[in-house]
């Protein structure tokens, strides 16, 4: 094939997109359509609780215009790391709402469901064999971690949506995959070279991020041999040489070398020239294939349970002293906690100062507050709810009436922008699993489910 053409919707499922440009699009004549449905961005929590941090209503409303496009056109629809996090309670929800849909636009399709969630027991066999390393500053995995892991699931590559196109499926929805994973499998599956297939799929994951002025939104790409052709729909929008080289960069520790499962996207002999006021054109990439094939693992665990409460002040009096006075308020709330038979242990406290370091903290301290009024998040993360519901309460307490010197107040310190002021969050979790592991084929641990959906 000369010419593979794939339009993604937005960078991810939920995040809304203009309905005309998915219109306009269509009528360039795709030959895939496709949208990335999550990532490890919003944190750790939502793979371990199982949760989509994008609504049930926007992500049915994008998948809703998708579906009747692709079944119209009789093209494929690919969806990567399915309801946000790729685990299996993600995928079968994103599975139900495709059939919720069908059903109510009398839509057929053949449908797969490609799974990541790892079993702890074919993992620990793999670290027994030595063929999982750790990534960035990790540790060795153990089988401890493992078996505290709530959830853990693999980065598939390619291979298991180009299985998935092979057994004739127009509707895949993928659990945690890379994230040009799914658009460079198909464009490899149709003749075109890795090179170009996977800097496509670097384009295209975050829809419209490789335009100016961004917003969720649609891009349209022509990949050829040697070359990919970087446009917007929508008619507000325009790629531009700068916009596309500058979204080439993220979300890699090399700005120019990108791991994937399989090989490396080298990206340092790139050129970027405009072919009109509003497309792109690159070439020079190149794909050297790895002499291993690795799937990264990703995988949290529960560290406890959260609790917050939100405050502020503009009492210029208390902004002027405000260190010693968050000193004198984690003493008293140790000190009260204690006598509620709750110690140090059972609790970690932070309280977070915005118009001082609520960003950056101790990455940028700050000596002097130019603010005339400062907010507060104060978290608590206790070993159990009830831990953390109980000692938010005291710190908020404490944070509202304290004494200090100078003080003229005689009631509250604080300004509680909510009621109730005491937010209960639930479970937390942290990312414990970055590791890669090699595993015997890129299919092994991604088995796939087909049915045929009716409406």
Same mark, same amino acid.
């Given at each position: ?123 620990? $066999?793999? !670290?027994?064999? *030595?063929?999982?390393? &750790?990534?960035?500053?990790?540790? @060795? /995995?153990?089988? =401890?971690?493992? +078996? ?77 041999? $040697?070359? !990919?052709?970087? *446009?917007?729909?929508? &008619?507000?929008?325009?790629?531009? @040489? /700068?916009?596309? =080289?500058?979204? +080439? ?207």
């Amino acid at each position: 094939m000369n010419e593979f053409r794939m339009l993604s919707t937005s960078g991810i499922l939920g995040y809304g997109f203009a309905e005309e440009s998915l219109k306009i699009g269509m009528t360039w004549e795709p030959h895939v359509i496709g949208c990335d449905g999550g990532s490890t961005d919003p944190g750790p929590y939502y793979l371990g609780a199982g949760k989509s941090f994008t609504s049930r209503l926007s992500v049915k409303r994008d998948l809703r215009l998708m579906l009747l496009a692709a079944v119209a056109a009789r093209i494929p629809c690919i969806i990567g790391t399915s309801g946000g996090a790729g685990g299996e309670p993600h995928l079968q929800d994103t599975a139900a709402l495709v059939r919720e849909i069908a059903r109510e636009e009398g839509l057929s399709f053949k449908m797969a469901l490609i799974h990541s969630e790892q079993p702890k027991d074919w993992l620990l $066999d793999r !670290i027994a064999e *030595e063929r999982v390393r &750790p990534l960035g500053k990790m540790p @060795p /995995l153990d089988p =401890a971690t493992v +078996a505290r892991a709530e959830r853990i699931v693999g980065m598939m590559g390619p291979e298991p949506f180009a299985r998935a196109l092979d057994e004739g499926a127009q509707v895949i929805l993928a659990g945690r995959s890379s994230d040009p994973a799914q658009w460079a499998a198909p464009a490899m599956r149709a003749g075109i070279p890795p090179a170009p297939a996977w800097y496509a799929g670097k384009m295209l994951e975050c829809g419209a991020e490789p335009t100016v002025p961004k917003e969720p939104d649609n891009i349209f790409l022509r990949v050829r041999d $040697d070359h !990919i052709v970087c *446009e917007p729909p929508n &008619p507000i929008r325009r790629s531009t @040489p /700068l916009a596309v =080289a500058n979204f +080439a960069l993220h979300e890699n520790a090399s700005p120019i070398h990108h791991t994937e499962p399989g090989g490396l996207l080298d990206t340092s002999a790139c050129t970027f020239e405009a072919v009109s006021d509003r497309a792109v054109r690159v070439g020079g990439m190149t794909w050297t294939p790895a002499s291993t094939y690795t799937v990264k693992l990703e995988g949290v665990e529960r560290v406890g349970y959260r609790a917050i409460t939100i405050c502020g002040t503009r009492d210029p009096v208390l902004i002027g002293q405000i260190e010693g006075y968050l000193a004198t308020h984690r003493d008293k709330v140790a000190a009260k906690a204690a006598s509620f038979g709750v110690p140090p242990s059972d609790y970690t406290m932070v309280v977070r100062t915005y118009g001082k370091d609520g960003v950056m903290a101790a990455w940028e301290p700050q000596t002097a507050i130019t603010s005339h009024e400062l907010g507060f998040v104060i978290e608590i993360v206790g070993k159990t709810q009830d831990i953390a519901n109980a000692v938010v309460a005291m710190a908020r307490t404490s944070m509202l009436h304290a004494d200090f010197p100078g003080r003229l107040c005689k009631e509250g310190n604080m300004a509680f922008p909510f009621s109730p002021s005491d937010i209960e969050l639930g479970p937390m979790y942290r990312f414990s699993i970055f590791h890669v592991v090699a595993p015997n084929d890129p299919y092994e641990m991604f088995p796939i489910e087909y049915e045929t959906v009716r409406g």
